[in-house]
T-cell receptor, first 116, second 117 residues
Framework: AQTVTQSQPEMSVQEAETVTLSCTYD???????LFWYKQPPSRQMILVIR??????QNATENRFSVNFQKAAKSFSLKISDSQLGDAAMYFC?????????????FGGGTRLMVKP | KAGVTQTPRYLIKTRGQQVTLSCSPI?????VSWYQQTPGQGLQFLFE???????NKGNFPGRFSGRQFSNSRSEMNVSTLELGDSALYLC????????????????FGNGTRLTVT
């Protein structure tokens, strides 16, 4: 079974600074997808960024980028120029590639606090 | 376009009762997934429906069931509620089907907070 681990229960960053959230996963599959989701106090999960395992290039979405290390099974999220609105729970998630559907395996989450 | 709508937002039930939660996906979305979120177990996949058929199922007891209607709206039902069923239940929809579904991101609702007393 696949597992996703987020080793940082809480992180703190100063506004405008950069922070990196860690995620490791365990799988025997070669084809899979990885995601970072953000959950603010409103409870709605919002997709931040996604990465296809077959792509070597790291995904980037504006201030958000990932460092995908396939051999090490590591998938960290870097938030640049942190803003107060970035404060939320962040979840790393995994999805197998060769099946249909949206069955995601989530990590335990990292609570990000942004200090003004 | 309206987002994923879950009703009710809050629910309080007594142990032993049953409960039905509702999810209306984004218009045009055919896939609906359900997740349970608790402080202890985190986010866990319950099941997914696509075109009225259950496509995937998580590791939950048979007390948890769901269905999808022809208009893609979905309901999940929990029978014989236990205290441990207290959780935030999240519904998510996506447009995709088949093996290309990964190209269609999941859109989540705000969840239903179920409290079992």
């Amino acid at each position: 079974a696949q597992t996703v681990t987020q080793s940082q229960p809480e992180m703190s960053v100063q506004e405008a600074e950069t922070v990196t959230l860690s995620c490791t996963y365990d799988t025997s599959e070669s084809d899979y997808y990885l995601f970072w989701y953000k959950q603010p106090p409103s409870r709605q999960m919002i997709l931040v960024i996604r990465q296809e395992a077959y792509k070597q290039q790291n995904a980037t979405e504006n201030r958000f980028s990932v460092n995908f290390q396939k051999a090490a099974k590591s998938f960290s999220l870097k938030i640049s120029d942190s803003q107060l609105g970035d404060a939320a729970m962040y979840f790393c998630a995994y999805r197998r590639g060769q099946i249909a559907g949206n069955m995601l395996t989530f990590g335990g989450g990292t609570r990000l606090m942004v200090k003004p | 376009k309206a987002g994923v709508t879950q009703t009710p937002r809050y629910l309080i039930k007594t142990r032993g009762q049953q409960v039905t939660l509702s999810c209306s996906p984004i218009s045009g979305h055919r896939s609906v997934s359900w997740y349970q979120q608790t402080p202890g177990q985190g986010l866990q996949f319950l099941f997914e429906y696509f075109s009225e058929t259950q496509r995937n199922k998580g590791n939950f007891p048979g007390r948890f069931s769901g269905r999808q209607f022809s208009n893609s709206r979905s309901e999940m039902n929990v029978s014989t509620l236990e205290l441990g069923d207290s959780a935030l239940y999240l519904c998510a929809s996506s447009a995709g089907g088949g093996d290309s579904s990964y190209n269609s991101p999941l859109h989540f609702g705000n969840g239903t907070r179920l409290t079992v007393t």
